[in-house]
């Protein structure tokens, strides 16, 4: 089975910066599209950054761009977020996601959740 686990999380001051890291296991993870998504208080899950295999196909919700930057280490099994001039709206929890395909006999296909890291931007 796919584990993740995020870490980072913490209160910051609006224009402020954080790192979210989400570890994860599994031995084919350069094959994992990952994902971060947030639930703000009392609204629905939103998609925030995708990152694709090796790195690549990289693309945000427009509400981030510019401020928010994903990244991954294959070697390591490890996906980031850093997020940079946070606003008051940026605040909720932060949820990794690993889409993983089918490889034959030796990865199941599945859709996997981390239980997510808690982001406060105050005033």
């Known amino acids: 089975q796919v584990q993740l686990v995020e870490s980072g999380g913490g209160v910051v001051q609006a224009g402020g910066s954080l790192r979210l890291s989400c570890a994860v296991s599994?031995?084919?993870?350069?094959?994992?599209?990952m994902g971060w998504y947030r639930r703000a208080p009392g609204k629905d899950r939103e998609f925030v950054a995708h990152?694709?295999?090796?790195?690549?196909?990289?693309h945000y919700t427009d509400s981030v761009k510019g401020r928010f930057t994903i990244s991954r280490d294959n070697n390591k099994n490890m996906v980031y977020l850093q997020m940079d001039s946070l606003k008051l709206e940026d605040t909720g929890t932060y949820y990794c996601?690993?889409?993983?395909?089918?490889?034959?006999?030796?990865?199941?296909?599945?859709?996997?959740w981390g239980q997510g890291t808690q982001v406060t931007v105050s005033s």
């Open positions: 599994g031995r084919h993870f350069s094959t994992y599209e």
């Open positions: 996601n690993a889409e993983v395909p089918k490889l034959g006999s030796d990865q199941d296909r599945g859709d996997y």
């Open positions: 990152i694709g295999w090796e790195g690549r196909n990289i």
